[in-house]
Structures are given as C-alpha cells and as structure tokens.
C-alpha cells in the first residue's frame, strides 16, 4: 500500500510534466492497468513473466501486482487532487519566487493530498479487498483439485463464513476510521 | 518467445469472450434490476427500511467478491443449496452490482438539491411523484458515468469466475496454456482482449460524460475509483 502510494504520487507529479512524451506513457501505463483485469495481471506476473525474465515467488509477485495495480488508481486520484488546486495557488507560488520543485513541494502537494483523502481511502479499502485475490496463485492447483465434491463438506461453509466475517470487520473499521480522519483533514484544512 | 500460438488459439479464446460477455451481460441485467431496488428502498424516507438497507449494502460491499463467490459454491452446500458454476458467479456478481449501483443511485439522489424535493411536494406532489417525475431523471444524468465505471469493473471482475470454475476468457486462457505452455504470450494477449473491452467501455464513458456537460459534482465512485 505504501509503495503503491508513493509509486501513485510520482506517476501522478509525472502526469503533469511538461514533457508530452512522459506524460503519453503515464496515460498508456495506468489506462493499461485499469483496463485489465488484476486477476491477470497477477497471473501474468506469477506465471508469464519466468517465461522471459525471472521467477518470482507467489508472496512477491501478489504484492508487486497489487502495488502496480493500487499505483496506477492511486495516481489517477492524485492527478484529480492536483488539477483541484487552483491556477491561482500556482501562480501565487511563482510570484514569491519559489522554484517548480519548492511549489510542488510546499504549497500544491499539500493541498492535493488534502483533497485526495477520501478517495485514497476508498483505494486503500479496495486494496484490503483485492489482496484476497492473491491467495489464487497459491491456490490454482488446489483449486483444480478440490472439484470434487468431497470438498463441499460442513467445514468449508464455516470456514467460508469466519473469513466472512473477518473480511467484514477489518473492512469495516477500516472505513469507519478514515471517515474519521477525513473529518479530522478536512476540518484542519477549513481552519 | 514464440507469439504464434496466439493466432493458433484465437478461436478458443474467442469462445472464452463470448462466455465472459454472457456471463457480464446476465449480471448486469439482473444486478442493475436488484441495485435499482436496493437503491430506491436506500433512499426511501422510512427510518428502519434505510437502517436495513444500510447493514446490507455496506455487507456486501465490504465483503471480496472472490470471497462471496466461494461461500455461494463451496459455503452454501452444507446448508442444502447446490448450485451450479454459472449460476454461483453470477449470484455473487450480481449481489455484488446490486450493493455498488445501490450506492450509486444514493449518491446520485443525495446529491439533488433538497429544495427540488421541498418545490415538489409544495407543489402537491406526492412522494413517489416527486422522485418519479423530478428527482429521478436529474439523478439519472448523475448516475451514468459512475454506472458505465462499475460496468468496466464487471467486466474486470468476470474473471474471478474461472477461479471457481466458470468457463469465461480467463478459464480460457489457462486451459490453453496448459496444453502450450506459452503463459507469457497468451496472458500478455488476454491482456489485450480485456483491455479493447474495457476501454472501449471508458471511452463510452468519457463521451458521455462530455455529451451530458458536467453535471454538477458527482461524488460517488467514478472510474477513477478501484473496486
């Protein structure tokens, strides 16, 4: 998660480079990632990628997945954080004479981040949701062999029902708490 | 590299399209149809009826759809009920639409100006009249970009299926790269498939959203948003 962030934040400061060519890649890069399917991209990277480059250890290749994948959400929500912060902060900021990197640094990152809260909750929810799916490249050949119906005893509908239940509350206090630290944000960034 | 098995199996994965183009279309028919429900009883003015639609909604929500696919198939048989494959995703998905399209219908409603509401029932509208006639059709203006992103995300999510063993475009891919043992190549064009679906679908969105000028600000879960 918080590679995933600072991977969103850069891609989203690169997004509003100057150069058309870096911006070009960084739209083809997250409209790729949105586009597809994380279940895929997983599969890829676990099972495609040893084909060519190297073999990555299911745990590496779930969390690299993840990463790239809450990366390229990540960064479409900060690049609506900076286009909120108004042409006049910019300008503002130029005027006292700070250079570009001082006025991302000091005065439209801040606010960016202030604005994105909320959605970035959203995309940290969804992540602690997403991340069930890597439990499936270590499960495929379990998978392929628990057909059966041998496997549809009493257990698995307890089984089944506790994750459930732990889904529910992880996910659930988790979005009860970042409602309350948006308040929080958001109250500081009135005052 | 040896990118010819592609073209060599393109008909398999093209049947595996096909399926997952089913399988999305049957839940978005019967998961807009139950999110369409789920929504307006979300909204109603009925303090228990929200409560409860609140808990539901939220339920879901909160819950992996991998998960939820796995308690319908593999949970549910100890309580009696055995369903097929198919049918087990496409419950699930479809619990799954219906909970995100009900937040988009409360997002879209709850954003109306609450004077559109006073003015209706000033002017003697009744509560089903005002929604049907005045809130409704500005909210559905609202409610179509943040719609067409959860259709992407369903498309997306058709996926999950194969793990539980519904034949669709993923189910496809994996058989065939059992039989070729080209994983590289074949999920790098799979990739593709998913994203000339999906983009497609973004795009549509886009247009959309331009054709129907900004209206006003959604806050719900646009594209932008993962699920």
Same mark, same amino acid.
């Given at each position: 998660m918080l590679a995933g962030l600072v991977i969103g934040l850069a891609l989203a400061l690169a997004s509003q480079a100057r150069w058309r060519l870096v911006r070009g890649l960084v739209t083809v890069y997250v409209?790729?990632?949105?586009?597809? !399917?994380?279940?895929?991209?997983?599969?890829?990277?676990?099972?495609?990628?040893?084909?060519?480059?190297?073999?990555? !250890?299911?745990?590496?290749?779930? &969390?690299?997945?993840? +990463?790239?994948?809450g990366a390229a959400y990540n960064c479409e929500v900060f690049r609506a954080g900076l286009e909120a912060v108004s042409h006049g902060q910019h300008e503002a900021a130029r005027s006292t004479g700070l250079t570009a990197w001082q006025e991302a640094r000091y005065v439209i990152v801040p606010q960016a981040l202030r604005i994105s809260f909320p959605a970035l909750g959203n995309n940290l929810? #969804?992540?602690?949701?997403?991340?069930?799916?890597?439990?499936?490249?270590?499960?495929?050949?379990?998978?392929?062999?628990?057909?059966?119906?041998?496997?549809?005893?009493?257990? #698995?509908?307890?089984?089944?029902?506790?994750?459930?239940?732990?889904? %529910?509350?992880?996910?659930?206090?988790?979005?009860? $708490?970042l409602s309350v630290m948006e308040r929080r944000v958001l109250a500081k960034s009135v005052a | 590299?040896?990118?010819?098995?592609?073209?060599?199996?393109? !008909?398999?994965?093209?049947?595996?399209?096909?399926?997952?183009?089913? &399988?999305?279309? +049957?839940?978005?028919? +019967?998961?807009?149809?139950?999110?369409?429900?789920?929504?307006?009883?979300?909204?109603?003015?009925?303090?228990?009826?929200?409560?409860?639609? +609140?808990?539901?909604?939220?339920?879901?929500?909160?819950?992996?759809?991998?998960?939820?696919?796995?308690?319908?198939?593999?949970?549910?048989?100890?309580?009696?009920?055995?369903? *097929?494959?198919?049918?087990?995703?496409?419950?699930?998905?479809?619990?799954?639409?219906?909970?995100?399209?009900?937040?988009?219908?409360?997002?879209?409603?709850?954003?109306?100006?609450?004077?559109?509401?006073?003015?209706?029932?000033?002017?003697?509208?009744?509560?089903?009249?005002? %929604?049907?006639?005045?809130?409704?059709?500005?909210?559905?203006?609202? %409610? $179509?970009?943040?719609?067409?992103?959860?259709?992407?995300?369903?498309?997306?999510?058709?996926?999950?299926? #194969?793990?539980?063993?519904?034949?669709?475009?993923?189910?496809?891919?994996?058989?065939?790269?059992?039989?070729?043992?080209?994983?590289?190549? $074949?999920?790098?064009?799979?990739?593709?498939?998913?994203?000339?679906?999906?983009?497609?679908?973004?795009?549509?969105?886009?247009?959309?959203e331009?054709?129907?000028?900004s *209206?006003g600000r959604v806050v719900?879960?646009g594209?932008a948003v993962?699920?």
């Amino acid at each position: 998660m918080l590679a995933g962030l600072v991977i969103g934040l850069a891609l989203a400061l690169a997004s509003q480079a100057r150069w058309r060519l870096v911006r070009g890649l960084v739209t083809v890069y997250v409209e790729v990632v949105r586009n597809t !399917p994380l279940l895929i991209q997983i599969f890829f990277i676990y099972f495609g990628l040893p084909l060519v480059l190297v073999k990555l !250890p299911a745990f590496v290749s779930g &969390l690299l997945a993840l +990463t790239l994948y809450g990366a390229a959400y990540n960064c479409e929500v900060f690049r609506a954080g900076l286009e909120a912060v108004s042409h006049g902060q910019h300008e503002a900021a130029r005027s006292t004479g700070l250079t570009a990197w001082q006025e991302a640094r000091y005065v439209i990152v801040p606010q960016a981040l202030r604005i994105s809260f909320p959605a970035l909750g959203n995309n940290l929810v #969804s992540l602690v949701k997403n991340s069930s799916l890597v439990s499936v490249i270590g499960m495929v050949e379990l998978m392929f062999v628990a057909n059966d119906i041998s496997f549809n005893n009493f257990r #698995s509908f307890e089984v089944y029902g506790a994750a459930v239940v732990y889904y %529910m509350v992880i996910v659930l206090g988790l979005s009860r $708490l970042l409602s309350v630290m948006e308040r929080r944000v958001l109250a500081k960034s009135v005052a | 590299m040896q990118w010819s098995v592609v073209p060599a199996s393109l !008909p398999y994965l093209l049947q595996g399209v096909r399926a997952t183009l089913l &399988l999305s279309i +049957t839940v978005l028919v +019967t998961g807009t149809a139950l999110g369409a429900l789920w929504g307006m009883l979300r909204v109603c003015p009925v303090p228990a009826i929200q409560r409860g639609m +609140t808990a539901l909604i939220e339920g879901v929500r909160s819950i992996p759809l991998l998960l939820q696919m796995f308690f319908i198939f593999f949970g549910l048989p100890a309580l009696g009920i055995q369903m *097929p494959v198919f049918l087990s995703a496409a419950l699930a998905m479809t619990l799954w639409m219906a909970a995100n399209f009900a937040e988009v219908i409360r997002g879209a409603i709850e954003s109306i100006p609450h004077g559109q509401f006073e003015a209706a029932s000033s002017t003697g509208l009744t509560y089903v009249q005002a %929604m049907r006639s005045v809130i409704v059709p500005q909210a559905l203006r609202r %409610m $179509l970009p943040p719609f067409v992103g959860l259709c992407t995300i369903l498309i997306k999510d058709t996926s999950l299926a #194969s793990i539980i063993g519904v034949f669709e475009l993923t189910r496809a891919t994996q058989e065939t790269i059992e039989r070729t043992f080209r994983s590289f190549e $074949l999920y790098l064009a799979v990739a593709a498939m998913y994203f000339v679906i999906c983009f497609a679908l973004t795009s549509l969105s886009r247009i959309l959203e331009r054709r129907l000028g900004s *209206p006003g600000r959604v806050v719900l879960v646009g594209p932008a948003v993962m699920e």
